[in-house]
């Protein structure tokens, strides 16, 4: 991800394909990525279902872009929401757009947009197809948003293995952690290793969210990687070096024989 001082965004919503019960978690969470320096959302007004939107554009002034349905089964809201986005794209005054829906509609508008050089951010519902979410190069779920992704205290992580098994206390928007996803942990670390097997974390999460774009520590019910990776320890080794003349600490990992 590149540098988010003043990342200029240009948030683009899909009333038709987002529930509006989380808006605020939602633009909060854009908040810690960028500044929404424009803020739309697409859908036909004159419709009930999209009722529940219309306090939640004053409150966060969000612009509303009509567009009515002139044909049965078709959704003319994507159209109108690419169009603009291309527009945007032209006038060169934004450096990234966030993409709110969980319609697989947009995922050649996702990949035209990287194809320019800009910032793409997805966020959507967990039932939103992959092609969408990999041609972002991040992609965040409304579930953990709306959950605050977090764990209950004194737990410990469920991971399964190869046999499904539901997630973690009964809360099915944590995900558990499987074989798969503790197998890309360890081949992403490998892959940035120095001679002794160490990496550095920041590196380690960076190259899994290239890999993984919906990847998220909050997805498995941590808020960084660092705790997840802590709680992982039949696996992976930690190192916390000091920084001279600072007080944080640089987080290395490494895979256990």
Not at 6 to 29: R, T
Not at 94 to 107: A, I, K, P, Q
Not at 177 to 198: Q, S, V
Request: proline fraction near 5%.
């Amino acid at each position: 991800m590149r540098e988010k001082n003043d990342l200029k965004l240009a948030v683009l919503i899909d009333a038709d394909n987002i529930p509006y019960s989380n808006i605020k978690g939602m633009l909060d969470e854009i908040a810690k990525l960028g500044t929404p320096t424009i803020k739309r959302i697409y859908g036909d007004w004159t419709k009930p279902t999209v009722s529940g939107w219309k306090p939640a554009l004053l409150e966060h002034a969000i612009t509303p872009v009509q567009q009515y349905s002139y044909t049965s089964g078709k959704n003319a809201t994507d159209s109108a929401m690419i169009i603009d986005a291309m527009d945007i794209l032209h006038s060169q005054k934004v450096d990234g757009f966030c993409l709110v829906s969980s319609d697989s509609d947009f995922t050649r508008l996702a990949t035209r947009l990287r194809e320019s050089g800009m910032l793409v951010i997805g966020i959507g519902e967990k039932k939103t197809p992959g092609p969408f979410i990999v041609a972002c190069d991040k992609f965040i779920y409304i579930e953990i948003i709306e959950s605050g992704g977090r764990k209950q205290a004194g737990t410990t992580p469920v991971t399964k293995t190869s046999t499904p098994s539901l997630a973690p206390h009964g809360n099915d928007e944590i995900d558990a952690i499987d074989d798969k996803f503790i197998n890309l942990l360890k081949i992403t670390i490998d892959d940035l290793a120095d001679d002794l097997g160490w990496a550095f974390l920041a590196e380690v999460g960076n190259l899994i969210m290239k890999k993984k774009p919906d990847f998220d520590p909050r997805n498995y019910g941590f808020q960084k990687l660092t705790p997840l990776i802590k709680s992982l320890k039949v696996h992976f080794e930690i190192d916390e070096r000091d920084v001279e003349n600072r007080r944080i600490k640089h987080i290395y990992v490494r895979n256990r024989n």
